[in-house]
């Protein structure tokens, strides 16, 4: 991305959570951009701010065929992003062969710059492995989402070493100010003094802070290398660490209670079972459950910090502002009185 040229820029996914914020920050960096959605009926928000809305699908290719040689940059974010779905082949219809398409589209129409957004969950390392972006997956796929955005990336280097101007960011679990989906449903469900208990509390994931996404993104059009990959990690921590610091960031009660490891299987095959009828997502997934137990993915983000120039946000700040837009937007209770106790009793 060249410093002061507006540049046209499509983004996929602009409806998500991520893609959403990363075309705000363009539109307010006054970069001319369009979203490629599947029903622009539904993209108001999008059109409020000026941005195009391109009807199209990722599976449906004669949807996007013609249509992306004007953009200078195509940030590729759609996908399906869920641990459980009524249809699992939707997994490999949009994250793989849909992504397929739509580079191999964009390469063949001289699009200058693309970014793909792929996932941690695509690295596959070994139990007990730091990743890196050069980790050899180690063929364990805990989930259809995982195992498809790993096919999904296999797809985009192939097409990178035949010259497409693919550069690849791997973020983190999302979360942050304004997430509704997985992370921000388990962050609220705590903040209300809902949750049940802590599953797992010693597994080790890695999050990343929406802001550091979304700024990992722009950064790759900047400093990025063509076939290149870079991790985008806010910090790496355990459940446990995750809930305390939200806890005593929110002022309420550390989480005192954990879930054993057997009643979480077995509630868990329970919902599989009752969602196969019902076509409801159950409330613990296999697919989560089996990364917890694997006891998720460390992963070094120092290429990122190193190559793209990136400085993340400290974790207790990413909470804090997280837990004060909840807070702002009465999704979560106020703050406790400076009288209360927090750490008196658990959830």
Request: with cysteine; hydrophobic share 35%.
């Amino acid at each position: 991305m060249l410093s002061g040229v507006t540049m046209n820029v499509l983004v996929t996914g602009a409806t998500g959570y991520i893609g959403g914020q990363l075309t705000k920050e363009l539109v307010r960096r006054n970069e001319s951009v369009d979203a490629f959605v599947r029903r622009p009926q539904t993209a108001d928000e999008l059109g409020k701010m000026g941005v195009g809305l391109i009807k199209g699908d990722l599976t449906d290719p004669a949807s996007f065929q013609g249509k992306l040689g004007k953009y200078d940059i195509i940030y590729h974010l759609a996908n399906v992003y869920d641990f459980w779905v009524p249809d699992r082949t939707s997994y490999y219809k949009v994250n793989v062969k849909g992504t397929r398409d739509l580079l191999h589209e964009a390469h063949k129409a001289g699009v200058g710059q693309i970014i793909y957004a792929s996932t941690v969950e695509a690295i596959g390392p070994r139990k007990g492995e730091l990743a890196t972006e050069e980790t050899v997956h180690c063929g364990y796929y805990p989930s259809d989402y995982s195992k498809s955005k790993y096919l999904g990336l296999c797809e985009v280097q192939r097409l990178a070493s035949e010259g497409a101007p693919v550069i690849t960011v791997m973020p983190g679990g999302v979360f942050g100010p304004e997430d509704h989906k997985i992370y921000g449903q388990y962050m609220l469900t705590f903040l209300n003094g809902k949750a049940p208990g802590m599953i797992y509390p010693d597994s080790v994931g890695c999050l990343c802070y929406i802001k550091d996404a979304v700024e990992g993104h722009i950064l790759a059009t900047k400093n990025g290398k063509v076939g290149e990959k870079y991790i985008l990690m806010t910090s790496g921590c355990t459940a446990r660490e995750l809930y305390d610091t939200i806890a005593d960031v929110a002022g309420i009660p550390r989480m005192k209670r954990v879930v054993p490891p057997a009643v979480v299987g077995m509630v868990s095959y329970y919902q599989a079972a009752q969602a196969s009828l019902t076509k409801r997502p159950p409330q613990i997934p296999r697919g989560l459950v089996n990364i917890m137990k694997r006891g998720g993915v460390m992963v070094d983000n120092s290429k990122s910090i190193r190559e793209l120039g990136i400085k993340y946000t400290p974790m207790e700040q990413a909470i804090r502002e997280t837990v004060e837009w909840y807070r702002a937007n009465r999704l979560a209770p106020p703050a406790p009185s400076p009288d209360s106790k927090p750490n008196g009793q658990g959830h």
